[in-house]
């Protein structure tokens, strides 16, 4: 009684650790994504090659997932998201002195920076998860609610930070990590076993000796699940793969109204995802996953009105309204990871990461052709032509939710 009593007490705190963590986190990662698809374009001047290079970093984040599970299960969450932060600093490194002449070392930078990415993201969702017993939606929703709330500052410094050089918050960011590094080290701790929770659906219910790949083919369960979430990356990833860069690219917005645009969206993550993660567990998976579609929705057809408004001579329409469209992205993003959350990481019990990681490398196949895709349409097409596909793509998806997924 005693020893479940001191681990409930480490399990509590592991929590508030990663809470503090991914609140750091968020800092560095808010300048990051404000910076990162203009820095590439900048450099490149072409939105084929960013949306390219920019496919190459989710490559990276998604096809390693089933290895970095594995080694995960077998080696603990602790030691992995240790390891994760020397990747970060050597891709950030890597970015700092890439240049026009010099595109191999953007490459390199994007490649350690994503590996230091999925490293770190598996193993804090699958630690977070591991530490709580109940209301794994609101759980959820209170780590995301930290990080949102990290890069509300992190885009914040960069909307006023005009007379700083990009590769300046790239500095910061390296900062960031080391603290975040040092925290982990001495807080957390991994001196426990996860308790099994007899009512999650393992896939070990099929033969304990059969390799976990095919477990999760033949699981219907699992299999739905694979199949949605690969094809709700596919299709908003065609849209969103090259949309930072292309507001750059074709429309001429600044970097500062771009961290305006973050901004906001980031607000709205962080308002909006404590609320949502609890919606989550009192509705179920499928209906918040259908409800995340909507406000999907909503976020593609305000950016298709704003260039036709935009087009028609309204100029003034642009900012306010691509601001506005990301409040309902922010709905769509609230609502969509607790759900997305529950599942993967109750998809086996026993090998938690590396079944979560497997799924991440199937949807990783389908995210490949993603930045070649959009950017193939923005520079031969129209710059709104994959935010239409990717509209239109949202109601197959939305179908397909509704006729084969369950709770």
Known sequence: MEQNQNFDKMKRRNLWVIFFINLFHGLGAGMFNVVYQPYIYDLTSSILITGILITIGGI?????MPFVGKLSDRYGRKKLMLTSIPFYVIGLISLIYSNPNALILLVIGIIFYFLGAVMNNINILIFASENTETSKGL????IMFSFFAGTIGGSTFVLFGTAFDTRFFFILFIIILIVEWVINLVFISEKFRSIKNPKTVSLETIDPYESIWKKIFKTPKSK????????????????????RGGLRGFYNISREEIALITLVFNISNMVFQIPFGHIADKIGKKKSLILSQFFGLSFFFINILAFFVWWGGFTAFLLPALVISHIPFAMSVCTFIPSEQIALTDLDETNKAQSYGIV????????IPTGYIGGFLVDNVHYIAPLIISFVGIFFETWYLYKYFHD
Not at 60 to 64: A, D, G, I, M
Not at 360 to 367: C, L, N, S, T, V
């Open 360 to 367: 991440g490398f199937i949807r990783g196949i389908g995210f």
């Open 139 to 142: 759980m959820y929703g209170l």
């Open 224 to 243: 739905s699940v694979l199949i949605f979430f690969t094809l709700d990356l596919f299709i908003y990833s065609i849209g969103l793969s090259i949309y």
């Open 60 to 64: 990276v984040q998604f096809l390693p």
